[in-house]
């Protein structure tokens, strides 16, 4: 039997996870951080095979010991918090695991550095990085990154324990209703949604020309168990270390065009008086949703060539046109339910 140690189940990205490791690894021991024991209900009350374990992202000292203990150690609560993150590299360094695996969840805004330097929000810009291909110079880019120290700890931890496998997944715009137990709500789209049916039109940053990829939800938690599933049998250099760097993606769309498909949408149900969309500049975005300038505003676009090709990952999630209808009605209940 396996054991998995997971943070973040009551966020979006690790409730779909945790939903997704139930239904596959029935026989592992799934032990799952949550901040307290109403936390933990919620959990439990939706998978009970799950173990909580009861603490935050502070609680070092049970983070160090969960991750001793686990074949594999799924970190989705955050991207930045180096303190739960060198708990995990602390306790891998003390593992009773042969060859124990981390997984870290990181963001797409890696590759939006050039567009937040010179302010260039809602602009084109021409990018396309291929994460197998392009790999040293997107471990340049992780490298020369200040903010993204825990990116670097997992790209640097096989020097000190070459025991350790790791891999980063970055994800881009996610979108899709979420299988989790408590937060089943994105951001990106869903706030985009939010500030039409407020401000009766469509927004966008500057030009609207800014792109990110995207990924449905479920398919980027199929990815995630992909590298759980090669973590009991692989040791292919090329998946691990220094070369675990995925994107997750299955498409990309630009603002611009996925604003003025979501005043259309509000308009042609009557949420809206007109489907015409503004352009807003930087601190306005910012002011609909924190870092909406980076969120809506900047180019993070790539490929998830490593994923299709050596881990035979096939997205199959509807597509992020096809997800705007349901995000509208969704958030046009939300808010008729506040009225």
């Known amino acids: 039997m396996s054991r998995i140690f997971i943070t973040g189940t009551t966020g979006y990205i690790g409730g779909d996870v945790l939903y997704a490791l139930t239904e596959t690894f029935r026989s592992s021991k799934i032990m799952a951080l949550a901040r307290n024991e109403s936390r933990a209900s919620l959990i439990t009350s939706k998978f ?13 000292t049970q983070i160090e010991s969960e991750a001793s203990e686990a074949d594999v150690v799924l970190h989705l609560a955050s991207t930045n918090h180096l303190a739960s993150a060198s708990a995990i590299a602390q306790g ?15 963001g797409a805004s890696l590759l939006s550095g050039p567009d937040i330097a010179t302010k260039a929000y809602g602009g084109a810009r021409s990018q396309n990085y291929d994460d197998l291909q392009d790999i040293s110079e997107i471990r340049n880019i992780i490298a020369s990154s200040p903010k993204r120290t825990v990116d670097n700890l997992l790209l640097n931890l096989s020097a000190t324990q070459p025991q350790v496998r790791t891999a980063i997944i970055y994800g881009p715009l996610i979108y899709g209703l979420g299988r989790g137990p408590v937060n089943q709500r994105s951001i990106q789209l869903p706030d985009l949604a939010k500030a039409t049916l407020q401000h009766g039109h469509g927004v966008q940053v500057g030009k609207g020309l800014s792109c990110w990829s995207n990924i449905y939800i479920s398919d980027l938690a199929q990815l995630i168990l992909r590298l759980v599933q090669e973590a009991a049998c692989s040791e292919d250099p090329l998946l691990w270390n220094e070369n ?20 259309s949408f509000a308009f042609e149900q009557g949420f809206i008086k007109s489907p015409a969309v503004q352009a807003i ?3 306005a975005a910012d002011r609909l949703i924190a870092h909406g300038a980076v969120l809506w505003g900047t180019n993070a676009q790539y490929k998830a060539t490593r994923a299709r090709e050596l881990l035979g990952w096939k997205p199959s999630g509807p597509s992020l046109e096809e997800e705007i209808p349901r995000a509208i009605l969704e958030e046009a209940s939300r808010r008729n339910s506040k009225i």
Do not use: C, H, M
């Not at 095979?49 to 935050?56: L, T």
């Not at 994107?247 to 630009?254: D, S, V």
């Open 48 to 60: 009970p095979s799950v173990i909580p374990v009861i603490g935050d992202l502070d609680s070092t």
């Open 92 to 106: 891998l360094s003390e593992s009773k695991r042969q060859r124990p695996v981390w997984i870290q969840i990181s």
């Open 244 to 263: 675990g760097v995925y994107f997750a993606e299955n498409g990309k769309l630009p603002f611009g065009k996925i604003s003025k498909r979501v005043s």
């Open 281 to 283: 500049d930087a601190d």
